[in-house]
C-alpha cells in the first residue's frame, strides 16, 4: 500500500467541506494503524487537511466556524502529542476571531445596523454610570456579573463587554501558541509571528477603544485603558524585533 497504509473505497463528497471532513478522518485512522515508517507522512497530511478546511473557512467569512475548527484543533493535535501543530492551530484561531471581529465592526458601523439599535447589547458604559442609571438586576459590571478584577474599562456602548473579552482571547491564543512552541520554539518564525500578532492585536483593541470615547462615561479612564493596550503593543512588537534580530 502506497506510504505504508491504504484505504478502502471512498464515496467523495460533493463540496469542498465534506471532503476535507472526509480525508482528516482518514488521516486520523490511518495514524492509529499506520506503520511507523508512514506515520510522519500520515501526521503532515492530517495537518495539512486540517490547515486547509479552516482556511475554507475563512475565506468562505465563516469566521465563527473557523474558530470552532481551529479550536477543535488544537485540541486533537494535543491529543496526538502533536505541539507544534497545536501551536499553528492556536495562531490561527487568534487571526479567524480577530478577523470575525473587524466583520463585526463594520457591520456595525453601517447606519441602522442591528447592532447598533438592538436592545440586547448593554454598553460597558452602564457599568460606571451611577447606580440609577443601570438596567434592572445588572450588578457591578452592567451585565449580571461581578467586574473582572475591579478593572474600570469605562468603554461605550461602540464596544461591548463580549467584543473585549474576544480581543483578550486574540492576544491568549497567540501566547498560547508561544507556550506550545516552548523555549526552544523562539527560533520558529511562528513563534515570532505570534508575538507579532499579539501586538497587532493591542494596537487594533486600542483604536476600538478610542472609537468609543464618544460614548465613555469617564472618558480620562478609557484614555488611561487605551495607553495601557498601546504600551503592551509595543513591548510585544518590541520583543519580536529582538528575537527577529
Known amino acids: 500500500p502506497r506510504d505504508g497504509y491504504s484505504f478502502t473505497q471512498i464515496s467523495w463528497a460533493p463540496d469542498g467541506e465534506g471532503n476535507y471532513k472526509l480525508a482528516i478522518g482518514l488521516y486520523l485512522g490511518a495514524i492509529k494503524t499506520v506503520r511507523a515508517s508512514a506515520l510522519e ?7 495539512g487537511a486540517y490547515s486547509e478546511l479552516g482556511e475554507l473557512y475563512v475565506r468562505a467569512d465563516r469566521y465563527t466556524k473557523a474558530c470552532r475548527h481551529y479550536q477543535q484543533g488544537i485540541e486533537l493535535f494535543r491529543s ?3 505541539d507544534a501543530a497545536a501551536a499553528v492551530m492556536a ?5 479567524a476571531l480577530r478577523s470575525r471581529l473587524r466583520s463585526a465592526n463594520s457591520a456595525n458601523a453601517a447606519p441602522n445596523s442591528p447592532a447598533k439599535t438592538s436592545a440586547w447589547r448593554v454598553p460597558l458604559l452602564t457599568r460606571y454610570a451611577p447606580a440609577a442609571a443601570r438596567p434592572a438586576g445588572a450588578d457591578a459590571d452592567g451585565c449580571g456579573h461581578a467586574a473582572e478584577g475591579g ?9 461591548d463587554e463580549s467584543e473585549l473579552g474576544d480581543y483578550e482571547r486574540c492576544v491568549g491564543a497567540f501566547a498560547l501558541a508561544q507556550e506550545l512552541l516552548g523555549e526552544r520554539g523562539r527560533a520558529d518564525p511562528l513563534w515570532v509571528e505570534a508575538q507579532i500578532e499579539q501586538g497587532r492585536t493591542l494596537f487594533e483593541q486600542a483604536r476600538r477603544l478610542e472609537e468609543s470615547l464618544p460614548f465613555a462615561h469617564d472618558e480620562l479612564g478609557a484614555v488611561r485603558m487605551a495607553s495601557e493596550l498601546l504600551e503592551r503593543a509595543a513591548t510585544a512588537l518590541d520583543g519580536a524585533s529582538d528575537c527577529a534580530g
Open 41 to 47: 507522512t500520515a501526521q503532515r497530511r492530517l495537518r
Open 80 to 82: 496526538t502529542s502533536d
Open 91 to 95: 495562531a490561527a484561531f487568534g487571526r
Open 151 to 159: 478593572r474600570d474599562h469605562n468603554i461605550g456602548e461602540a464596544m
